[in-house]
C-alpha cells in the first residue's frame, strides 16, 4: 500500500565488523565445556557476554519485526480506506455534503497513513543501526527509508495545506503563520537535504531521491508565495484543488509501486518497470492545470457578469 509496502520486514543480518566479532576468540571460547571455562573465568565473561548479546540482537529484531508487521496492516487498512475515499470529492459536485464527508474521510486516512510510515520509517533505522549498517555499507536501504520518509513528510504539508485553505477563503494571509511557514520550509529544506544525501553517499537508488525531490520545493514555493495573500479570484479553490489532487498523485504513486504488484503479483520489466512511478504524475498533473485552468475561466466570466450587472 502507499509509502511502505518497499520495506524489508526481515531480520536484519548483522554488519560484517558485528560477524567477525561475533567469531572471534572469546565468542569461541563460550563452545567450549563447562569444565574448560572454569578455568578460565575471564573467558567465560567474555563468552556469557557475547551470547546475551545474541540473544538481545535476535530477540529486539524480532519484536521490531513484529511490530512492523502490525503497523503495515494499520497502514494498508487507512491506505485502503483513502485510495476509495480520494474518488467521492473529485466525482461528486463541489462544495455538496458528499464531497465534504468524502473529503475529511480521505483527509484523516491520510494522516493514518503518514503516520504509520514515519513510524515504520524510524524503527527501520533503529533496525539498521542496531545491525551495524551505515550508509556506507548499506546506502540502498537508507535512502529508502530517507525517500520514504520524505514523501510522507511532503504529503502532509501538502493536505494541511490543502485543508487550511478552506478555513481562509476570503483571505489566505491568515495562513501566514508560524506553522504554516515551518512546514514549508521543512519540505523544501527536505527536498535539499535528500539530494545532498544522495549527492554524498550515492546510493545505486538515488535516483528516487533525485526525481521526486522537485516535489518539496515546488510545493514550498507555492505556500509561501500564496500565504502572502489572493493574487486572483478564488485563489483559495485553485490552492486546494491542487494540494489535494498532488496528495492523490502521491498515493497512487506510492499505490504501483509499492501496493499493485503485490496484490496483482505484477512483475515489470525493463522500461515497464518505470510506468508505477510516472503514470499517475503524468495523467495527474495535466488534470490539476486544465482543471485549473476551467475554475480560471469560470470565475473570469463569473466576474465579467457581476461587473456587466453593476453596470447596467
Known sequence: MPFIEGLNLSVLEPSAQIKRWLRSD???????????????????????????????YIAVSN??????????????AFGGVGLVAFWFPVLARKGARLHRVAGQVFRWSAYGV?????????????????????????????AFAFFLGYLALVTGVMINFGMGVLKHKRDLAGLNTFRVRAQAY???????????????????????LYALAPIGILNARNILRSIKGASERQQWLLEHLGAMLGCGIAYHTAFAVFGASRFFDLNNAGWLSVLPWILPTALGVPAIVLWSRHYRLKGSSQSKMANKAILD
Open 26 to 56: 572469546g565468542a569461541q571460547v563460550y563452545k567450549r565445556s563447562n569444565k574448560q571455562l572454569r578455568n578460565r573465568p575471564f573467558d567465560s565473561a567474555i563468552a556469557l557476554s557475547q551470547n546475551n548479546y545474541i540473544n538481545i
Open 63 to 76: 519484536t521490531m519485526d513484529t511490530l512492523i508487521n502490525v503497523i503495515v496492516w494499520v497502514h494498508i
Open 114 to 142: 503518514l503516520s504509520a510510515a514515519g513510524i515504520t520509517v524510524i524503527l527501520r533505522m533503529v533496525q539498521l543501526l542496531a545491525a551495524g549498517r551505515g550508509p556506507s555499507d548499506s546506502g540502498e536501504a537508507w
Open 186 to 208: 521543512l519540505a523544501g529544506g527536505s527536498s535539499l537535504f535528500i539530494v545532498a544525501w544522495g549527492l554524498y553517499w550515492q546510493p545505486q537508488n538515488a535516483i528516487l
